[in-house]
């Protein structure tokens, strides 16, 4: 740090705005907005503070959650603004609205939430192909079913030949 005067300058100066950083964050600015408007040229030098000084980033993190809130009362006041643009399917519209009203709910309570959410499926084809080959290649022994070695023999009761049927 000691060869970037700037940049120390900066950090030092939102150290100092820290608290009206977090108030343009927690009303659902990106980082990005929020430097831009703080009058800084990009947002590398919060970064820089938010890895070396612990107490600043939890303060952003505290102040990116509560934005996260601000953002998603947004969907819903521009899903409800689009019925206000001429030429928009007014179907497609609610269907919109719908979607933005479960998604929020399913993010506000958990008994809302969508049950596929979380749940990666992830199948290999070629896998189960190998697989496959070498069951079909595989000893009888190998694929779980056991094996009785037989041998054919007539067996005879009293001078006649019995047959299998007659076993059973």
Known sequence: MAGNPKRRQQEQE???RLDELCDLLRGGASDKQAMKEMGFPSAHPMYA??????????ALVRAREDGAHAMSSEVLDLADELVLVPKVDPIRVAQLQMDARKWLAGKRNAQFADSKAGVAVQVNVGALHLQALKAVAAPVERVGVDVVDAVFA???REGE????ADLL
Do not use: G, H
């Open 14 to 16: 939102l150290a100092e």
């Open 161 to 164: 030949a019995l047959s299998l």
């Open 49 to 58: 503070l938010a890895k070396r000084e612990e107490s600043v980033r939890l």
């Open 154 to 156: 007539e067996v005879e």
